[in-house]
T-cell receptor, first 108, second 117 residues
Framework: RKEVEQDPGPFNVPEGATVAFNCTYS??????FFWYRQDCRKEPKLLMS???SGNEDGRFTAQLNRASQYISLLIRDSKLSDSATYLC?????????FGQGTTLQVKP | GAVVSQHPSRVICKSGTSVKIECRSL??????MFWYRQFPKKSLMLMAT?????????EQGVEKDKFLINHASLTLSTLTVTSAHPEDSSFYIC?????????????FGQGTRLTVV
């Protein structure tokens, strides 16, 4: 079983739609959790950290459920510019482990 | 935000030669640096983790004699691909992190696209 699992998609949604991505992790001792965004042929960029209390940044909401070892990212009012691959990242024993990414394509 | 600079961004080399890739944290001290490899349309694969002043910890299946990592200072780590072969062609990305209790997220360099011919 992979340490961090994501549905690779692709998710094809119209502009303005709400879309949710999920991620599960296997190591219950994991300490920190993040969502990164990666555009084609570019490096990943930090989108947001994920906290147990949930956190929101504009149209983006991230949630963490430690009991279920599950992380989510919700994007509201999708824009064309949101098209990218979204990477779930988990930190444990000092390492950052990436999921395979979920591809989002927002269409006009 | 934190800035990580990776150089070169693109390199083409002949089979059998060695290539060195540099990763620098420009505005913070990188306690830990990570090296990843990414194949087209695949996820980042962690190759090794390096802490300043100590030997890198390699992931299973990554040859440490082939991928030499040096983390000589708190702002610089290098990855040297030795005796490169065409199958080493890939996108190599570094990331750097401050002390995890201060700032647990990592920041990425721009990546190096290596082509071995």
């Amino acid at each position: 079983r992979k340490e961090v699992e994501q549905d690779p998609g692709p998710f094809n949604v119209p502009e303005g739609a709400t879309v949710a991505f999920n991620c599960t992790y296997s190591n219950s001792a994991s300490q920190s959790f993040f969502w990164y965004r990666q555009d084609c042929r570019k490096e990943p960029k930090l989108l947001m950290s994920v906290y147990s209390s949930g956190n929101e940044d504009g149209r983006f909401t991230a949630q963490l459920n430690r009991a279920s070892q599950y992380i989510s990212l919700l994007i509201r009012d999708s824009k064309l510019s949101d098209s990218a691959t979204y990477l779930c990242v988990v930190s444990n024993t000092g390492k950052l482990i990436f999921g395979q990414g979920t591809t989002l394509q927002v269409k006009p | 935000g934190a800035v990580v600079s990776q150089h070169p961004s693109r390199v083409i080399c002949k089979s059998g030669t060695s290539v060195k890739i540099e990763c620098r944290s420009l505005d913070f001290q990188a306690t830990t640096m990570f090296w990843y490899r990414q194949f087209p349309k695949k996820s980042l694969m962690l190759m090794a983790t390096s802490n300043e002043g100590s030997k890198a910890t390699y992931e299973q299946g990554v040859e440490k004699d082939k991928f030499l990592i040096n983390h000589a200072s708190l702002t610089l780590s290098t990855l040297t691909v030795t005796s490169a072969h065409p199958e080493d062609s890939s996108f190599y990305i570094c990331s750097a992190r401050d002390h995890p209790l201060l700032r647990p997220e990592a920041f990425f360099g721009q990546g190096t696209r290596l082509t071995v011919v």
